[in-house]
């Protein structure tokens, strides 16, 4: 998704929910458990720049994910199920993270990990 799409997602989202700029929070796992158990979704906030609370930054990790479902092992972008086990592994040393969907496209989505700033 380029820049401008995401300009117009911010601003279509901040004219439906006045005062939010700066208030969103990435999704913090309470129990981390449901992952290696595969017990459903999850829900990720969209964590551009101008919706993420300052309470939070972005870390270096970042997953490109396939969101249509028909995504296989060998393409570039991650299979639901190879990203929930990347994921396990990540909450493993890092279990306070917090994510949230960094870019949105029509097929595919870019997960980031954010950490609480101190």
Sequence with gaps: ???????T?????????P???GTVEPFVFD????LENNEGGFPLPITTDLLLSEKWEETEQTWFVSTSGFGKD???ALTADVFRR???KYLREHPDHGF?????GQFQVYVTAYRRVA
């Design 1 to 7: 998704m380029n820049r401008e799409r995401i300009d």
């Design 9 to 17: 997602l911010e601003e279509a989202y901040l004219e439906e929910h």
């Design 19 to 21: 005062g939010s700029a």
């Design 31 to 34: 129990d981390p458990s449901v």
């Design 74 to 76: 060998n393409e570039p």
């Design 86 to 88: 990347e994921l396990v």
């Design 100 to 104: 949230g969907l960094s870019s949105v």
